[in-house]
């Protein structure tokens, strides 16, 4: 879209003084930030409001930058800080682009939080190969222990195990078949946690999952899944702290939110003395329908559904978005997410011209009706 021009934009409203404000051009949108801001809205109920973002758009987009700094109250490296990124190779790590990122928010005053020491993807080909019980344990050790030890006091959380869950009738526990699990078992969640929170006693750890939310045969046998996983691990005391429930909106797609089905399961997670946190929130539209006002209206409903319920749940303390403009979003380069008419995704609160959308709406509208969490 056409850049704005300051001048034109002034001159119109000089012009404009006597009569109403005419309605801003497409791609007109206010230079200023929108205050307040989602961060502050969410600090006036006690929840922590964060966006997910790359370091390439930090460095190359100064707008989403600069949008990403005024909303945020944490920012989270979306690729930076998983296994294939940041140790290439065993023993090589790569720290400079995480690096970039938590600079910018430890330089801005806002905190940061770490994805993901494991999980099944982004994974380095010598990892993912590995298939001895010792091979796989020492790997894991020096991968956890040097990632955590180099961010050790820095972040607010930590995903220790991305998507941990995947029923299925060969699985009792419903655990994926992971190259970790398939070289150590169930008790590589526990070691990596044991790892993590020897390296870094203050990051809040977490297990991070998807698909937990709706009514579907499919998400109900992955919520008991991991209700059972977290009571296993809460008796073994393992330090997990947190549940992440990622929150990938998908309308259209087979299921429904039931909100006493979500908010039941929130209250058996938030009853094993755990925090929720959302924490890859976002919309993807590949089954709404194509005219813009039409499909931004159908997000923005589908966001306040969902908020309702998740942040009506006391233990829900943190919610991050998994971008922050169209301009760079992961779903158009996701070949299960990304439209089948070939249009551009717009999973995120902010379009391609840095433009609040009806969904930056909802989610502010959500954070003002959430109940207060620091009057407890
Ligand atoms: C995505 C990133 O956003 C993309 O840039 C990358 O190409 C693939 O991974 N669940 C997760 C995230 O836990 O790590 C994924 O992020 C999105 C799905």
Not at 82 to 106: M, T, Y
Not at 277 to 292: C, G, H, N, Q, W
Not at 312 to 319: D, G, K, N, R
């Amino acid at each position: 879209m056409a850049p704005v021009d300051r001048r034109a934009v002034l001159a119109g409203a000089v012009a404009a003084t006597l009569a109403p404000r005419p309605a801003p051009a497409a791609g007109a949108c206010p230079a200023a930030p929108v205050r307040p801001s989602l961060a502050t809205l969410a600090s006036q109920r006690g929840i922590l409001f964060g966006m997910g973002l790359t370091a390439s758009a930090l460095q190359q987009l100064p707008r989403l930058r600069a949008v990403a700094l005024a909303e945020s109250g944490m920012l989270v490296p979306g690729i930076e800080l998983k296994w294939a990124q940041v140790e290439p190779q065993p023993g090589r790590f790569d720290f400079a682009p995480a690096d970039r990122i938590l600079d910018e928010a430890r330089q801005a005053g806002l905190k940061a939080r770490g994805h993901a020491l494991l999980w099944h993807e982004a994974l380095p080909a010598e990892v993912a190969q590995t298939r001895s019980p010792a091979a796989m344990a020492a790997l894991v050790r020096t991968h956890i222990r040097t990632v955590c030890a180099r961010y050790a006091g820095l972040l607010h959380s930590w995903d220790v195990v991305n998507e941990a869950i995947e029923p299925g009738p060969d699985r009792p526990q419903g655990l994926r078949r992971t190259p970790f699990f398939e070289a150590l078992g169930e008790g590589y969640i526990d070691r990596a946690f044991a790892l993590a929170a020897e390296a870094d006693a203050s990051a809040i750890l977490t297990l991070n999952e998807y698909d937990l939310e709706l009514d579907t045969p499919w998400h109900a046998s992955r919520r008991a899944a991991m209700l059972e996983l977290l009571n296993r691990l809460v008796r073994r005391n393992v330090p997990v702290r947190a549940l992440g429930i990622q929150g990938h909106l998908a309308p259209g797609r087979p299921g429904v939110l039931k909100p006493e089905i979500f908010a039941a399961f929130l209250r058996d997670v938030a009853s094993l003395g755990l925090t929720i946190f959302i924490t890859e929130f976002d919309v993807v539209d590949r089954d709404l329908p194509a005219p813009v006002p039409q499909r931004d209206a159908a997000a923005a409903q589908a966001a306040r559904d969902y908020l309702a319920v998740a942040l009506a749940e006391p233990a829900v303390t943190a919610l991050v978005t998994w971008g922050v403009s169209d301009a760079d979003n992961w779903v158009d380069g996701n070949d299960q997410f990304r439209r089948r008419d070939g249009l551009p995704a717009r999973p995120n609160p902010y379009d391609d011209a840095y433009c609040p959308k009806p969904l930056r709406g909802a989610i502010a509208d959500a954070l003002r009706a959430a109940p207060d969490r620091r009057v407890r």
